[in-house]
């Protein structure tokens, strides 16, 4: 019975001393306990939630100043776009390939000053500004150049 207690005795003694330096009774100086590890660890968690806290508000804070860049230059560009939607005539070339297919062109005024092809269809459009409650006539006409 010695001998088997003696088996007992030293497989409990090993595991008290598993199960003391897993819980924090180390048996040499680079054996680093349970609770000390884990309080090492919750202050790296700390800052580390404090490095990105630090970085979430930065980040917040250039995405708004993108947004506010973006909605500036969207008012820029529509202010322009009112702009040139007053100055710009556009004309559209309408006529028939040979293949039997339409092709629909666009034409600046400039290219339009140039001239058009003898006997093309072009259509003129003119810019009209649409106001709530307001009502405009769109008159239905063909014009004829005095050069046909």
Same mark, same amino acid.
């Given at each position: 019975?010695?001998?088997?207690?003696?088996?007992?005795?030293?497989?409990?003694?090993?595991?008290?001393?598993?199960?003391?330096?897993?819980?924090?009774?180390?048996?040499?100086?680079? %054996?680093? &306990? $349970?609770?000390?590890?884990?309080?090492?660890?919750?202050?790296? *968690?700390? @800052?580390?939630?404090? #490095?990105?806290?630090?970085?979430?508000?930065?980040?917040?804070?250039?995405?708004?100043?993108?947004?506010?860049? %973006?909605? &500036? $230059?969207?008012?820029?560009?529509?202010?322009?776009?009112?702009? *040139?939607? @007053?100055?710009?005539? #556009?004309?559209?070339?309408?006529?028939?390939?040979?293949?039997?297919?339409?092709?629909?062109?666009?034409?600046?005024?400039?290219? $339009?000053?140039?001239?058009?092809?003898?006997?093309?269809?072009?259509?003129?459009?003119?810019?009209?500004?649409?106001?709530?409650?307001?009502?405009?006539?769109?008159?239905?006409?063909?014009?004829?150049?005095?050069?046909?």
């Amino acid at each position: 019975m010695t001998m088997a207690g003696s088996a007992a005795n030293e497989a409990l003694k090993d595991r008290v001393t598993r199960l003391e330096n897993y819980v924090g009774v180390p048996e040499d100086d680079e %054996v680093v &306990s $349970l609770s000390v590890s884990t309080e090492q660890h919750t202050i790296e *968690l700390v @800052d580390l939630r404090k #490095i990105l806290d630090d970085f979430m508000t930065e980040t917040n804070a250039r995405i708004n100043n993108i947004m506010e860049d %973006v909605m &500036s $230059l969207t008012d820029f560009v529509k202010t322009n776009l009112k702009s *040139l939607e @007053d100055e710009v005539a #556009i004309v559209k070339n309408d006529h028939n390939k040979k293949e039997g297919k339409k092709k629909t062109e666009v034409l600046s005024a400039l290219q $339009l000053k140039t001239g058009l092809r003898k006997g093309e269809e072009t259509y003129l459009a003119a810019l009209v500004e649409i106001k709530p409650d307001t009502t405009v006539e769109v008159p239905d006409e063909t014009w004829q150049s005095k050069s046909d």
